[in-house]
């Protein structure tokens, strides 16, 4: 796809950027339908925040109050890279008293999770365009989490590009933050390498604990396309969870 202008510019930033990020900007225009979804949807499901340097990032002293979002005080669960929203749609429709957030930069997969909202008529999910790591390290407020799901993260499988996978001992301080304690870890992949590194990078995590070992697949978890794919290659679907402890 054709780079946009926002890729345009967000390039044209990469030299002020401090740090490594786990994704590239994709995107281009978006279809009709899709373009319809978001004209309808976004104002009420996309929240709009204030920015630093970067269309991903998020303005240094802004913050954002869960309860305020979805208008209640119920339990948490945010997806890093929700994709197209398969996953946080099913989980969304599947428990109606829990609300979802999911986190995400490619923005026509966050249209069509709108369309897919609609579709099936869920309305307890919020969506931000945002990378990550700032968001759940100075965004959201600590402990506010009952889950962290991160479902087929990047591979980024050339050995010079692992700095940029999301899950990584930088990372644990920013998922121990985010979690309240007793909160859940969750993450799938199906790249053998990247599922042993989550398995090292989980059983040296401080403040966490798990079992050491692969992980039961969450049957919370439809299969989606990125999981497929793998399936249809022959790769092994690993799950890894890790639980916070109580201080
Ligand atoms: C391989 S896709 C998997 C999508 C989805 N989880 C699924 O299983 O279908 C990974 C997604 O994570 C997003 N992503 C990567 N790093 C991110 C970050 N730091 N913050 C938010 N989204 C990120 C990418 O844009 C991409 O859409």
């Excluded at 920015?51 to 948490?76: H, I, K, N, Q």
């Excluded at 897919?116 to 999910?125: D, K, T």
Aim: with cysteine; proline share 6%.
């Amino acid at each position: 796809m054709p780079p946009t202008a926002e890729d345009r510019r967000d390039r044209a930033e990469e030299p002020l950027r401090r740090e490594v990020v786990s994704f590239t900007r994709r995107g281009g225009r978006l279809t009709e339908r899709l373009q319809g979804a978001w004209d309808d949807l976004a104002e009420r499901f996309v929240v709009d925040i204030p920015r630093g340097r970067t269309s991903t990032s998020v303005a240094e002293g802004f913050t954002l109050d869960p309860a305020t979002l979805f208008g209640r005080e119920a339990p948490l669960i945010l997806e890093i890279g929700s994709g197209r929203g398969e996953s946080l749609v099913h989980a969304a429709r599947e428990n109606p008293d829990t609300d979802f957030i999911g986190l995400e930069v490619y923005v026509p997969g966050i249209a069509q999770t709108l369309l897919s909202m609609r579709h099936h008529g869920v309305e307890n999910i919020r969506l931000i365009i945002v990378d990550a790591v700032p968001a759940l390290s100075r965004m959201l407020p600590a402990e506010c989490l009952d889950e962290l799901r991160i479902w087929f993260p990047d591979p980024w499988h050339k050995t010079r590009h692992h700095k940029r996978r999301l899950v990584s001992d930088e990372f644990v301080p920013v998922a121990r933050r985010a979690l309240k304690p007793g909160g859940v870890w969750r993450m799938a992949t199906d790249w053998q390498d990247y599922a042993d590194q989550m398995l090292d990078v989980v059983g040296r995590a401080e403040g966490f604990t798990t079992s050491g070992d692969w992980a039961e697949r969450f049957p919370g978890r439809p299969v989606t396309r990125f999981e497929a794919k793998g399936l249809a290659v022959g790769r092994a679907i690993r799950d890894v969870d890790a639980i916070k402890m109580s201080a």
